[in-house]
């Protein structure tokens, strides 16, 4: 089910993320708080072609140290472990869709305390993440928070399988309900008539950078999460890095001028960690059409994990400090 990452590190212990996060196969549920694993897909390039991110996303963890000096908090309290990529067809995306909600499924009831992160690959492993997710827990209601500058809810009859329609695959599906999605970062030119008619017919809630930048983005955060923990049984984060705006992010195939700067997405997913009702999250699309990723955003991607990180920490000093 999961192969070998293409990039490893050596295994020794130290402050740097390199040597903080494990990367072994099948740990046992009780030594791991975050599980870490890739998947490969990308639609962005041809169909041969592998999502660069999981890999680059892994190249980059020298250069980040395991100190949130801003919060002076250090992770390595907490056990991360990197268990590799999904096993994918090298050309037939509907098996490697199939391989990715499986590896999902069994990862959610193999870890069932754990936290679970999804590094991508194209934005389609989402609705495959969450069919996975619903897989193992049937009965629970699933609540979406998408950062992201477009709906993503095209109408797949129209477009075929495709990596801009994951929303309208979920509620096709019955996989998720439409109040219990929640879609960030939205603005400008970006979503067409009838995917915003399909957003308010579902009863999505978009909200837009315009509005979150002025009610404040922490209360707008809260606010969310807070009705959210209300209405479902667990949630699911996904972080396309198209939200960021175009000029930190600058070869990511969607983005966009005037979508989230870093700070605001790193100050989002915080917030979102500190929230324990949030068990699963994905960081994906950052791969271009052509050519190499850039380091810049690659480690905006990385300090946004690990910001999201610095939250899960944050709650459970503040449990711990209760008690």
Known sequence: MFIQPEWQWKQENGSGMHQWIKQKENPQP???????YGALLSYA?????????????????????????????DLRALAVVDIGDVAIHTTDKMISESAIEAAAESLSVAYQKSFTC?????????????????????Q????????????????????????????????????????H????????????????????????H????????????????REMLRQLMFEVDRIYVSVDLDALDITFAPEVPAATPGGLTAYELFDIVKLIGENEGVRHIDFVYAD???????????????????????????????????K
Not at 30 to 36: P, R
Not at 121 to 134: E, F, Q, V, Y
Request: some cysteine; proline content about 3%; hydrophobic content about 40%.
């Open 30 to 36: 009780s030594d791991v708080d975050i599980i870490v």
């Open 45 to 73: 390039s041809e169909s041969s072609k592998k999502a660069q991110y999981p890999h680059a996303f892994r190249k980059a963890w020298s250069s980040f140290q395991s100190y949130n000096l801003d919060e002076q908090v």
């Open 118 to 138: 999804l590094i991508g690959g194209d934005h389609a492993i989402t609705a495959c993440s969450l069919r996975g997710i619903k897989n193992a827990f049937p």
């Open 140 to 179: 629970d209601r699933i609540g979406v928070i998408q950062l992201d500058t477009h709906l993503d809810a095209r109408n797949q009859e129209e477009i075929g399988l495709a990596m801009d329609s994951p929303i309208q695959q979920l509620i096709a599906a019955g996989v998720v309900e439409g109040k």
């Open 181 to 204: 999605i929640y879609n960030v970062g939205l603005h400008g030119f970006f979503n067409s008539p009838e995917m915003i008619h399909y957003a308010r017919e579902q009863g999505i």
């Open 206 to 221: 978009m909200i837009t950078l315009k509005q979150m930048r002025r009610d404040g983005i922490q209360l707008t955060i």
């Open 288 to 322: 271009p059409k052509e050519g190499e990723l850039r380091i810049e955003t690659v480690k905006t991607g990385v300090t946004a994990f690990l910001q999201w990180i610095t939250g899960i920490q944050l709650d459970h000093r503040h449990r711990i400090a209760k």
